[in-house]
Structure formats: structure tokens, C-alpha cells
């Protein structure tokens, strides 16, 4: 069934690291003669190209990319920033075109724009700075054990690898006594354009190939120079990811090369489990698997018919 006559539609294109959707976006945005949003949060930064896998010059040369590299990771940017500031790009865009491509990989990014962000309560600030000290004298993975225990349904959904979401779900639990995830109001904000989401998949073991030989590549290509030379922004959100962490590691002398580099992996393919446990509990997504440009392509064209 098409969708309603000359809809403005987003077509968000989601999936796990690694799958391809950086390639299909361009696919569509050329069929559709019309332009791209990323919601990558880490793509957004300039100094972040190699380790968050940026398009590259000659793909941004194909289609007009909006939100890649148009930040200093010395700014500081938050989720509520974007989903402003997108809306805001978006909402321009469509005074010229009827369709808009956004990608990325980051789900509650891509959330922000399509249905709007959850209300949480503020906290003290002293509870974050616990938190702070917490994580320096005792690790990450003592903070991981207490969200385990005290919000099992938001610890299988999360990155419990990246300690700024686990620290902000605890920040909420302890500043209130009730579970980070009993504040996500799952409502949809109206928005004054249609979504649909296309998923890219594959088998596991093909998503965890293609993960492993893009790491590789990302080495080859100069990861641990970009790393070398973000030492003085360690701190910053962005850089307590996947990619940049195991690689900090490394340079303080914790851990070997080879080691830090099968912990990206091991890591990439731990993120992308949970991307796609992500995308699955949403009915809306439309399925394709990652090879099926053609076949995705005739969807978008018989939905805008």
C-alpha cells in the first residue's frame, strides 16, 4: 500500500555497524534526487573520521550530507542539541524537497527526530559527581553490576559499554529511587512529516566478518594516529566509545596492540548485537537484507507512487 499523496517522508535507514547503510543511503538519495541527515553522534565531529568509519570525500561528493564533521569535539553537543537542530535542517529541507534520507547508527538519535525525546527528572549534581569518582576508584564495571541489579530491562537494551549511559541511567536512579527505564514515556511526538524506517541485516556471522575486516581497515587506514591525536579531548562523551577507549588503553600502557585491537572488535560486534535488539522491538522497521539495494529501492518507489 502507497503512502498518503505527496507526503513529506524521512526515510530513516537504521541497522548495525558495519552493514552497508552509509552505501544505500547515497543509493537512495541519488534515486531521490534529494539530500541526507546524519545522525550519527559521533560522525558529527570533525577530528572523529576514521574511527567512526565517516563517509568518505568521494561519497560526500555524491550527495549533500548534512550533520558529518560540522562540530570540534571540544564543543560540547548533546542528543537534545540535535533533535533542535535537525528538526530545524529538516523542516528547511522540505520547503525544496519532498523526500529526505537520514542515517546512522545511533538509535536514540534517530529516535530524537522521529518521536521525540523522554522527560527525565534533574538531579542533584552531586550524584553525578559520585558517580565520577565511583567509576575512577572502582571501574566500569562495578557501576554495570548496580544498573544490572536495579534496572535489568534498561541494562539489556543499553551500551553498557559506554559509561556515559550507564552513569546517566544511575544518575536517574539513585536522584529518584525508580529505574531510568520506568521514565521513558515511549510516546510519539507529532512531527509534520511521515517516517519510515528501513532496516539493513544479515546472518550474524556475516555482520561479525564484516566487522573484524573493517576494523583492520580503520587500522590500516591511521585509527591509532586519530586516536594519538585526540589525547587531550579523552574526556569528552565521544571518545568513551568503541574504537577510541581500547586504544587510550593501549597508550597508557594496559594492554598490548593486538589486544586492543580484538577488544574494538569484540566491542563493534557487542554494539552491534545490541543495535539490532534495538530495531527489532520496533514493528515500524521494514526489513531488507543488506545486499537487497534494488529491491529497497523499488519499495521507496511504489510507497511515493
Given at each position: 500500500?502507497?503512502?498518503n ?17 552509509t552505501?544505500?543511503?547515497i ?9 541526507i ?24 561528493s555524491?550527495?549533500?550530507?548534512h ?20 528538526l ?11 523526500q ?13 527526530v ?10 542533584d549534581?552531586k550524584v ?22 536495579n ?30 527505564s ?5 510516546l ?6 511521515t ?13 561479525y ?33 568503541v ?5 587510550f588503553?593501549?597508550?597508557?600502557g594496559n594492554?598490548?596492540?593486538?589486544f ?10 557487542r ?11 520496533d514493528?515500524?522497521?521494514?526489513w531488507?537484507?543488506?545486499?537487497s ?13
Amino acid at each position: 500500500m502507497s503512502l498518503n499523496k505527496n507526503p513529506k517522508i524521512l526515510w530513516s535507514i537504521v541497522g548495525p555497524t558495519g552493514i552497508g547503510k552509509t552505501a544505500l543511503s547515497i543509493e537512495l538519495a541519488k534515486n531521490l534526487k534529494t539530500e541526507i541527515i546524519s545522525c550519527d553522534s559521533r560522525q558529527f565531529y570533525k577530528e572523529l573520521k576514521i574511527g567512526t568509519a565517516a563517509p568518505s570525500s568521494e561519497e560526500l561528493s555524491l550527495v549533500t550530507h548534512h550533520f558529518i564533521g560540522n562540530l570540534s569535539i571540544a564543543q560540547d553537543y548533546s542528543v537534545g542539541d540535535f533533535e533542535k537542530d535537525a528538526l530545524r535542517k529538516i523542516n528547511e529541507l522540505f520547503n525544496k524537497y519532498d523526500q529526505l534520507i537520514m542515517v546512522g547508527g545511533s538509535g536514540l538519535y534517530e529516535k530524537a527526530v522521529n518521536e521525540g525525546l523522554d522527560n527525565f527528572p534533574d538531579i542533584d549534581s552531586k550524584v553525578r559527581e559520585d558517580l565520577m569518582v565511583e567509576i575512577q576508584e572502582k571501574g566500569l564495571s562495578y557501576l554495570q553490576e548496580e544498573l544490572k541489579k536495579n534496572d535489568p530491562e534498561y541494562y539489556s537494551q543499553v551500551d553498557y559499554n559506554n559509561p556515559v549511559r550507564v552513569m546517566r541511567a544511575l544518575e536517574i536512579f539513585r536522584g529518584t529511587g525508580k529505574p531510568y527505564s520506568s521514565f521513558r514515556k515511549n510516546l510519539v511526538e507529532k512531527r509534520n512529516f511521515t517516517s519510515v524506517k528501513i532496516g539493513l541485516t544479515a546472518s550474524r556471522d556475516l555482520i561479525y566478518d564484516r566487522i573484524n575486516k573493517r576494523v583492520d581497515l580503520m587500522m590500516e587506514k591511521g585509527l591509532l594516529e586519530e586516536v594519538i591525536s585526540l589525547q587531550s579531548y579523552r574526556h569528552k562523551n565521544a571518545l568513551q566509545t568503541v574504537g577510541y577507549k581500547e586504544l587510550f588503553d593501549y597508550l597508557d600502557g594496559n594492554s598490548s596492540l593486538e589486544f586492543a585491537i580484538d577488544e574494538i572488535k569484540k566491542n563493534s560486534r557487542r554494539y552491534a548485537k545490541r543495535q539490532l535488539t534495538w530495531y527489532r522491538r520496533d514493528e515500524s522497521v521494514n526489513w531488507f537484507d543488506y545486499q537487497s539495494t534494488q529491491e529497497i529501492v523499488d519499495f521507496v518507489t511504489e510507497k511515493i507512487r
